[in-house]
């Protein structure tokens, strides 16, 4: 396929091609706006610094700001193109940053979830002390209050099923892009 083909055929109709735009453009504002917010937030408050369930959020927010500004505008161009535009460097470009941007976002998502459901299951409390956020100070209910309570049962099976629907609904989500 050539470039002179791509203009007389293009893929979309005018009213697809400025609906995808429009939803797209809407779509990169709120994630790159919704980001650096996060990311301002926290390094602003000396609060959200000192827990490390915040340092996984600042961490998707990064992995996110990334993914729509980089990722987003480069992949609608294509997809409204139906061919790259951009030439081969910036192509490969895209596709280590959309990868690794992506791969991180994952990944900080699972990180959240085992890190909440440490929380849940095991009783886990967050020190308020720890040193410029870096570093967590967990600690077990004392050996006295071990003692199998009648809902622990029931907070694991609570924190089971939401760790099984927020995967299922991300693999319901990531399988038909892959």
Sequence with gaps: ????????????SPLASFTISTVMTIIIFVTVFGNLIVIIF??????IRKSTSNLYL???ACADLLVGIFS???????VLHDYWPHG??????WVVVDYVACFESCLSIILISLDRYLLVTQEIRYDSETKQGTSVSCQRESETN???KPHTN???LKAAKTLTILVGVFLLCWAPYN
């Design 72 to 78: 987003l505008p480069l992949n609608t161009s294509w």
């Design 154 to 156: 029931a907070k694991h």
């Design 88 to 93: 081969e460097i910036v192509c490969k470009l």
């Design 1 to 12: 396929m050539n470039g002179n083909d791509t203009i007389e055929n293009p893929p979309f």
């Design 42 to 47: 926290f390094c602003i408050d000396s609060k």
């Design 58 to 60: 600042l961490n998707l």
């Design 146 to 148: 071990t003692v199998i």
